[in-house]
C-alpha cells in the first residue's frame, strides 16, 4: 500500500526558514520521482518542485533561489526546504508520485508565513 506522509509544517515569520519532509512507504522510493505541489487558500494546487530518482530538484521559476527539494534514498523521505519564506509561500504542501501508473498523494502539512 502506497503510503506518503508529510511532516513539517508551521507558522513561520517572514524571511524564515522551514524544511518538509514526506516520508514514503509501500513502493520502491529509490527509483520513483517524487514531486512537491502546495495549495493556497481559494487558489489551485500548483507545483514546487519535482525530485528525480538521481537527487536533482527542478524548481518552479517563481520559487527558485528560495526552495530546494531533495531525497534520502536510505530512509524513503523526500525534503522541501525553504528559505526567505513570504506570505504568499502559505498553503498546504503535498507531496506526490505516481506507482504502476497511478497517482498518489499525501495528506498535506499546513504552512502559515505571518508577523
Known amino acids: 500500500q502506497v503510503r506518503l506522509v508529510e511532516s513539517g509544517g508551521a507558522l513561520v515569520q517572514p524571511g524564515g526558514s522551514l524544511r518538509l519532509d514526506c516520508a514514503a512507504s509501500g513502493f520502491t522510493f529509490s527509483t520513483s520521482t517524487m514531486t512537491w505541489y502546495r495549495q493556497a487558500p481559494g487558489k489551485e494546487r500548483e507545483w514546487v518542485a519535482t525530485?528525480?530518482?538521481?537527487?536533482?530538484?527542478n524548481v518552479a521559476d517563481s520559487m527558485k533561489g528560495r526552495i530546494t527539494g531533495s531525497r534520502d534514498n536510505a530512509k524513503s523521505t523526500v525534503y522541501l526546504q525553504m528559505n526567505n519564506m513570504q506570505p504568499e509561500d502559505t498553503a498546504v504542501y503535498y507531496c506526490r508520485t505516481v506507482y504502476e501508473g497511478r497517482a498518489y498523494w499525501g495528506q498535506g502539512t499546513q504552512v502559515t508565513v505571518s508577523s
Open positions: 525530485i528525480s530518482i538521481g537527487g536533482r530538484s
